[in-house]
Nanobody, 124 residues
Framework: VQLQASGGGLVQAGDSLRLSCTTT?????????MGWFRQAPGKEREFVAT????????FYANAVKGRFTIFRDNAENTVYLQMNSMGPEDTAVYFC?????????????????WGQGTLVTVSS
């Protein structure tokens, strides 16, 4: 496992939660385009958000746009996903991933490294 996501938990609808992604090896995340994906029970893994290496560019799935924010602190070797105004539809296991490419990436197969997921449950 190269990446590690954390910060999941049980929250109520309307609450906020911040996920973190760091490395369990010597990877320097500043060398990677980073992304967050999620997988709800019985569904395929889907793209959530991606951020460029220096953090100046981001892109979001329509389902989370305006509610979620991806950002990074390269000095701390950490990427974050701030989730606001959460709803039951956000319940899923969330995964972070790293891509050696230079462009923002939204497809699973573009990513080279994955972490284990962190479970987020939003109650109504």
């Amino acid at each position: 496992v190269q990446l590690q996501a954390s910060g999941g938990g049980l929250v109520q609808a309307g609450d906020s939660l911040r996920l973190s992604c760091t490395t369990t090896s010597g990877l320097r995340l500043e060398n990677y385009v980073m992304g967050w994906f999620r997988q709800a029970p019985g569904k395929e893994r889907e793209f959530v958000a991606t951020i460029s290496r220096l953090g100046e560019s981001t892109f979001y799935a329509n389902a989370v746009k305006g509610r979620f924010t991806i950002f990074r602190d390269n000095a701390e070797n950490t990427v974050y996903l701030q989730m606001n105004s959460m709803g039951p539809e956000d319940t899923a296991v969330y995964f972070c991933a790293g891509d050696l490419g230079v462009l923002l990436a939204t497809e699973l197969d573009e990513y080279d490294y994955w972490g284990q997921g962190t479970l987020v449950t939003v109650s109504s």
